[in-house]
């Protein structure tokens, strides 16, 4: 089992920035994916950002240019840093992650392991 940690969210007001957190633990078969997903009320859950073993990066359109993907392989952590947030940013953001996997597309489909997510809401 693969355990997965959000933190760093928060309340800010449109054109401001956040950076969230995410630490994987466990049972962790190299190279793993990870990703961060969004949620609000009424929706579906949507890919924001992913980053394969590989370290190839994929974005939403919605987020590109303004949200940057990283991560920490010693330390099994991946940071979302979110620039520029507007309002239709606000949602709960859920981090994930896959075992011994090079390539991962931008679904949820693709990830087995799940946070609890952490709240962002962007005021107007």
């Known amino acids: 089992q693969v355990q997965v940690a959000e933190s760093g969210g928060g309340s800010v007001q449109s054109g401001g920035s956040l950076r969230l957190s995410c630490a994987a633990s466990?049972?962790?078969?190299?190279?793993?994916?990870m990703g961060w997903f969004r949620q609000a009320p009424g929706k579906k859950r949507e890919g924001v950002a992913v980053?394969?073993?590989?370290?190839?990066?994929t974005y939403a359109g919605s987020v590109k240019g303004r949200f940057t993907i990283s991560r920490d392989n010693a330390k099994n952590t991946l940071y979302l840093q979110m620039n520029n947030l507007k309002p239709e940013d606000t949602a709960m953001y859920y981090c994930a992650a896959e075992n011994a996997c090079w390539v991962v597309a931008n679904t949820p489909g693709d990830f087995g392991y799940w946070g609890q997510g952490t709240q962002v809401t962007v005021s107007s």
């Open positions: 466990g049972y962790i078969y190299s190279p793993i994916c």
């Open positions: 980053i394969g073993g590989d370290g190839t990066t």
